[in-house]
């Protein structure tokens, strides 16, 4: 298993071991022993902050990562973390032992504990399988290496996403002889490209519209496709809005560039082109008229995985949006365009660009009194980082501050959770640490998600294997989505009336201390504004030391909720 693993050049294997994995462990010391060579074992202390690790790793590299956790406790470890890879289509390989089946020493590895018999349980596939693109356990040692290839083979086809696999001890004892690599003949499926007659009717679609619109949120996971949209664009005279992104799409600087809510764009629109897209509206708030035409481009363009999902009065088409941005290209290259059409739009779009950037520019200056503003916060980190530096960027209620005011211009520069389970930012960061250990990195989170990550268990991590991050904590001392939420329901309720929410946290904790703790990291707990700017430069040169940092910054308080 472990040699097909490295077939496969998986690079890490993220690990949180138990007493269904001896037959591994001896693995891991045989192949040390021996000097040959295995992905590379990681402790995790946290089996969420394992499986966040390899989604981290996985959007810089592209490769799935190895995850081993323990029997069916450590699977229900996983929790969110396993929703959040699958919603964010990255690839990882699980393997999880199960109890042994033979309770009187028939077989090597029988049952010899009475946990043995407590993690018996009827069916832990099934923990995991709204999940996950495929799960399977373990028969026979004979035909391990087929199945890891039949796993990785299909957590790398679109949509990509995580793979489980499992196996009892007894299995794992069972010894087999050496077999070839052959996992270069279990390729994943080629990207399907775009109908030629969808080519057309895109490009007529746009070029006659006078107000098209694209849209997208990951279509900068290929990077390659991010200089292919901006040509695109560019050629026709066509905005980009990045609704609710989980990647860097579109270059934030670029004229084109106008924003990350649709607002009456959306709904002036006559022709939107949707790649690589969840939701790129919801209904019951705003979207585009009856007249707009919709196309919609996606590896999986009805969301199968998602049990209710529907776009009205829209075209679809399964295909890879890199591929799809080829053709487009190719075929306005070939057509006689007018100028006069295009100009006119350029004028308009570059305009509101520049009126939209001036209005988020004067958010961002020095606050007068000792309250600190997100839009302060992010300005400032700006000014310690560079085009260079990557951010995974978990501020949930301030992530669009942090996207207008932290504008990313190199793909692969800023990601968000494609899912919904908080507490995913510090482990991705650190994944991506060791996918990039030359780059800084650079994790943004709220202090409600800092929280659900697992921190001693981040930082622990990073001392342990020299990957050192800058965390920067938007604290506003609660769970402002779970208050803002119930804002939009009950907008003159009593909750309002009463500040009543319970949502706060009165007793804030020292967050920046628990890095500290548990990883040795530079803590800094920051509540003034002048004392901002330099508390994020000495974090930064904490890093550049190879020390992690935690700099928790204090924003105004959501609630005064006390009993």
């Known amino acids: 298993m472990l040699n097909a693993l490295q077939d496969w050049g998986v690079s890490y294997l993220f690990c949180n071991l138990g007493s269904d994995h001896p037959a591994l462990i001896e693995s891991f010391a045989k192949a040390k022993a021996q000097n040959r060579q295995i992905p590379e074992v990681i402790m995790c202390p946290h089996e969420f902050a394992a499986l966040s690790a390899a989604h981290g790793h996985a959007l810089l590299s592209g490769r799935a990562q190895g995850v081993i956790v323990h029997t069916d406790v450590g699977t229900q470890n996983m929790g969110g973390s396993l929703h959040n890879i699958q919603r964010s289509r990255v690839p990882a390989f699980i393997f999880a032992g199960e109890t042994p089946f033979t309770l009187e020493g028939e077989l090597q590895g029988g049952r010899n504990s009475h946990i043995n018999h407590l993690q018996n349980v009827y069916d832990q596939r099934g923990i995991v399988r709204s999940y996950v693109k495929w799960d399977y356990e373990i028969r ?26 499992t196996g009892a001890r007894e299995i794992l004892e069972e010894e087999v002889s050496p ?28 070029i006659q519209a006078r107000n098209p619109l694209i849209i997208t949120s990951y279509l900068g996971r290929n990077t390659d496709a991010v200089p292919q949209l901006v040509q695109f664009c560019e050629k026709l005279a066509v905005p980009v809005i990045e609704q609710h992104a989980t990647h860097m799409n579109f270059p934030g600087d670029h004229p084109f560039h106008l924003g990350y809510q649709g607002g009456t764009l959306l709904s002036e629109a006559d022709a939107i082109l949707v790649m690589d897209c969840d939701v790129p509206w919801v209904s019951s708030i705003s979207k585009p008229s009856d ?27 399964r295909a890879d949006c890199g591929e799809a941005l080829k053709l487009l290209n190719e075929y306005v290259r070939r057509i006689d365009l007018q100028t006069e059409r295009f100009t006119e739009r350029r004028h308009r779009f570059t305009e509101l660009h520049k009126r939209q950037r001036h209005e988020w520019k004067l958010r961002e200056k020095a606050p007068s009194g000792d309250t600190i503003t997100s839009e302060w916060l992010t300005a400032c980190l700006r000014n310690v ?32 959770n494609g899912g919904t389970s908080l507490g995913w930012s510090g482990s991705a960061a650190f994944g991506a640490k060791l996918a990039r250990p030359e780059t800084t990195v650079v994790n943004l989170t709220g202090d409600g998600s800092y929280l659900f990550g697992e921190p001693s268990a981040v930082y622990w991590m990073t001392r342990r294997y020299q990957a050192p991050l800058l965390t920067v904590i938007y604290n506003n001392r609660g769970w402002n989505a779970t208050k803002m939420n119930l804002l939009k329901l009950y907008p ?72």
């Open 385 to 416: 980082t560079d085009d260079e530096t990557i951010f995974m960027n978990e501020t949930i209620t301030n992530a669009g501050v942090v996207s207008q005011h932290l504008p990313r211009n190199k793909p692969a520069t800023m990601f968000v």
């Open 291 to 317: 007249a707009c035409k919709v196309f919609y481009i996606d590896s999986d363009p009805l969301k199968e995985e998602i049990p209710l999902w529907y776009l009205q009065n829209t075209t679809f088409y």
């Open 140 to 165: 026979t040692g004979k035909n391990v290496k087929q199945l890891v290839n039949r796993g990785m083979q299909l957590a790398h086809s679109e949509p990509m996403g995580p793979v489980y696999l």
């Open 492 to 563: 003159d309720g009593i909750a309002k009336r009463d500040d009543r929410y319970w949502v706060n946290f009165d007793q804030p904790a020292d967050l920046a201390k628990i890095a500290e703790a548990s990883g040795g990291a530079y803590a800094r707990t920051i509540k003034r504004p002048d004392e901002l700017q330099e508390a994020l430069q000495a974090g930064m040169e904490a890093v550049k030391k190879g020390q992690s940092a935690v700099i928790d910054v204090h924003l105004p308080t959501i609630s005064q909720q006390i009993d």
């Open 179 to 206: 077999s070839e690599n052959v996992s270069a003949e279990w390729k994943p499926v080629e990207k399907i490209p775009l109908p030629l007659l969808a080519v057309e009717q895109i490009v007529s679609a746009l």
